[in-house]
């Protein structure tokens, strides 16, 4: 059975670097054709993409955030980092991680974690 | 950069068939994968490479991708079927979701 769940802080104050941790099971990050996903969603609005690293550490950003993300992964902890740096009030969200397969879709996800940006 | 246009919401009335469009230049030429999301809830895989359905998801949820326009088709809608429902378009670059469409079940 795979599992994600994110962790990190729930308040960040606006200029400063969030740090996300996706920690997974049931599935290894060496394994071809399996990658890890990030995704957002502000309070009522849509789902956006963030980044995603594939078990090779072949890494795809968002165009538009790509110069404030960095995604790494860590095979041996099954875990899963992003940071995103110089964080604004807008950024405030619901920050997701999500299993990959075949690159087409992501097919399994985490519960979530909410971050407000607020000085 | 590319966007995909979802119709903001659409209704049904129960037992019926309902289609929720996803619009993108060449989207046909992308595999496209369809979410539900309930309030309060992560995402649902319901759709991916256009027309496949992952383990569990009923068979009335169906999908297309052709030209422009990607569709995700519930026949014999159902009350639990009310739900925020997003399309995403992958390819070797692109991973970007829809705007979102709101199912309404009357």
């Known amino acids: 059975q795979i599992t994600l769940k994110e962790s990190g802080p729930t308040l960040v104050k606006p200029t400063q670097t969030l740090t996300l941790t996706c920690t997974f099971s049931g599935f290894s990050l060496s394994t071809s054709g399996v990658g890890v996903g990030w995704i957002r969603q502000p309070p009522g609005k849509a789902l956006e993409w963030l980044a995603l690293?594939?078990?090779?550490?072949?890494?795809r950003y968002s165009p538009a955030l790509k110069s404030r993300l960095t995604i790494t992964k860590d095979t041996s902890k099954n875990q899963v980092v992003l940071t995103m740096t110089n964080m604004d009030p807008v950024d405030t969200a619901t920050y997701y991680c999500a299993h990959s397969w075949g690159a087409t879709a992501f097919d399994i996800w985490g519960q979530g974690t909410m971050v407000t940006v607020s000085s | 950069s590319y966007e995909l246009t979802q119709p903001p919401s659409v209704s049904v009335s129960p037992g019926q068939t309902v289609s929720i469009t996803c619009s993108g230049d060449k989207l046909g030429d992308k595999y496209v994968c369809w979410y539900q999301q309930k309030p309060g809830q992560s995402p649902v895989l319901v759709i991916y490479?256009?027309?496949k359905r992952p383990s569990g998801i009923p068979e009335r949820f169906s999908g297309s991708n052709s030209g422009n326009t990607a569709t995700l088709t519930i026949s014999g809608t159902q009350a639990m079927d009310e739900a925020d429902y997003y399309c995403q378009a992958w390819d070797r670059s692109t991973r970007v979701f829809g705007g979102g469409t709101k199912l309404t079940v009357l």
């Open positions: 690293i594939y078990w090779n550490d072949d890494k």
């Open positions: 490479q256009d027309y």
